[in-house]
């Protein structure tokens, strides 16, 4: 079992940056698919972003595709999710997940562990 816990969400204008963090306990964070969901306000939750073991390959939504970037740290048991070019749409509670699959999944039922949250408002 690994726990997730999300950091880095805050307030920026539009065109701005953020860098998110999920950091796993354990030891066995290599072996987890590693994914980003958002979900806004009476909306549902909706993928962002997926990673490998490896993190050698990776797997955007259309919607954050060339803003968005995706990458792992297996030494610091950290995933992370640069957001450049934010927009106001982007605004969300930001989650990440993971799974002992090796399917970079885009559906919710993909993962097994969820982290809490961290929110994510982006300004006009």
């Known amino acids: 079992q690994v726990q997730l816990v999300e950091s880095g969400g805050g307030l920026v204008q539009a065109g701005g940056s953020l860098r998110l963090s999920c950091a796993a306990s354990g030891r066995t964070f290599s072996t987890y698919t590693m994914g980003w969901f958002r979900q806004a306000p009476g909306k549902d939750r909706e993928f962002v972003a997926a990673?490998?073991?490896?993190?050698?390959?990776?797997y955007y939504a259309d919607s954050v595709k060339g803003r968005f970037s995706i990458s792992r740290d297996n030494a610091k048991n950290t995933m992370y999710l640069q957001m450049n070019s934010l927009k106001p749409e982007d605004t969300a509670g930001y989650y990440c997940a993971a799974d002992r699959s090796y399917k970079l999944g885009r559906e919710p039922s993909d993962y097994a562990y969820w982290g809490q949250g961290t929110q994510v408002t982006v300004s006009s």
């Open positions: 990673i490998s073991l490896s993190g050698r390959n990776t």
